[in-house]
């Protein structure tokens, strides 16, 4: 049975014009096991929309009912209604994630060593297969391994931020919640504005690249695939 495929969009279907990279069942599996349930996770968190609620809090009739907080997060696909939920659920979301794609950046180089090997024998069909065309296929080969560290770097900054943000909110929070004071309370307001913004932005990033970077493989063998390898040695292009 086929490893299942994250499905595109028109949009990012028609941007992928080249033809999928072949790779290993077992890898193509292994990229599918790991990523999807990362890809799942993102798809909920994006779906998630800063509401202000400014209208219901003067439609009040009881002037003593606090007012605060007039603004909320929400989402169908989740239970989250405020900031501080929203980022922890987002570093849950990228927990473990560097680790499962280096992983994968491990299982892909070693493809592509036991594949891109010299072959003696290679001469005889110089002719018909020129060394460009193979150099060129390999390049396609290293320019998805590099997308793979491009994609722990992003992880690991993403993380980063995160936890940082979260630990300035809760300065904002823990004085607002003490002071009650109006413009304590804009200042948190503000800062969740803008911090929804910056990681919904990122995650929304993230999403594409892991939906982008499951579809790139494909786990059939194809006859032009299997003459560009074992032609070209990656053993210096490569770096670990």
């Known amino acids: 049975m086929p490893a299942p495929k994250i499905q595109s969009n028109q949009i990012e279907k028609s941007a992928m014009k ?26 909920t968190i994006v779906s998630t929309r800063f509401v ?5 809090a003067n439609e009040k ?7 605060w907080p007039d603004y909320r997060i929400y989402s169908d696909k989740h239970y989250m ?12 979301g990228l927990r473990g994630m560097t680790n499962e794609l280096q ?3 491990l299982k892909f180089q070693a493809f592509i060593l036991d594949n891109f090997k010299p072959d003696q024998s290679a001469k005889k069909v110089a002719g018909a297969n020129p060394a460009e065309g193979k150099e060129d296929n390999l390049n396609r080969y290293l320019l998805a391994q590099s997308l793979i560290k491009d994609m722990v770097n992003f992880v ?23 002071t009650k004071d109006t413009e304590d309370r804009i200042r948190l307001k503000v800062f969740d504005e803008r911090s929804f913004t910056e990681l919904h932005g990122r995650m929304i990033s993230l999403k594409s690249f892991v939906q982008d970077f499951c579809n790139l493989f494909e786990s059939e063998w194809n006859s032009s695939d299997q003459q560009d390898i074992s032609v070209i040695s990656p053993a210096k292009k490569i770096s670990t």
């Open 103 to 105: 992983t994968i950046g």
């Open 18 to 43: 080249r033809t999928p990279l072949y790779v290993k069942p077992e890898l193509k599996g292994l990229i599918v096991e790991l990523m999807l349930p990362r890809f799942e996770t993102l798809c």
């Open 81 to 92: 209604t405020e900031m501080n939920g929203l980022m922890h659920l987002i570093l849950n």
């Open 52 to 56: 202000s609620e400014e209208e219901m």
């Open 156 to 178: 690991t900054c993403c993380s980063r931020q995160c936890t940082k943000l979260l630990k300035q909110r809760k300065a904002y929070f823990d004085r607002a919640s003490e």
């Open 61 to 67: 009739d009881d002037a003593d009912d606090d007012w």
